[in-house]
Nanobody, 116 residues
Framework: QVQLVESGGGLVQPGGSLRLSCAASGSIFSINVMGWYRQTPGKQRELVAA???????NYADSVKGRFTISRDNAKNTVYLQMNSLKPEDTAVYYCNAAQPGVGVVWGQGTQVTVSS
């Protein structure tokens, strides 16, 4: 099994920046796609960004041009650089990882709050 641990969340003013990290450990073989999702009370968990082992990326329209996902395969870590943050970005952010033939694993989540 894979374990995912997120870090880097916190409180930031509108227009500020944060960088989230997600470190994978355990049985990390054959991880294909890693991604970031977010969820607020009363809403469905939504995809923010995803990246394949080959470096192909996909973003939600709401974060394009502001967020950047990256991956360090040697460190088994995925990052989310968040710039120009808006109050509507406030959410719990979750990392996930997919292993073909095994399933999807989720991290515990990290809170991001954008407020003045």
């Amino acid at each position: 099994q894979v374990q995912l641990v997120e870090s880097g969340g916190g409180l930031v003013q509108p227009g500020g920046s944060l960088r989230l990290s997600c470190a994978a450990s355990g049985s990390i073989f054959s991880i294909n796609v890693m991604g970031w999702y977010r969820q607020t009370p009363g809403k469905q968990r939504e995809l923010v960004a995803a990246i394949t082992s080959g470096g192909f990326r996909n973003y939600a329209d709401s974060v394009k041009g502001r967020f950047t996902i990256s991956r360090d395969n040697a460190k088994n870590t995925v990052y989310l650089q968040m710039n120009s943050l808006k109050p509507e970005d406030t959410a719990v952010y979750y990392c996930n990882a997919a292993q073909p033939g095994v399933g999807v694993v989720w991290g515990q989540g990290t809170q991001v709050t954008v407020s003045s």
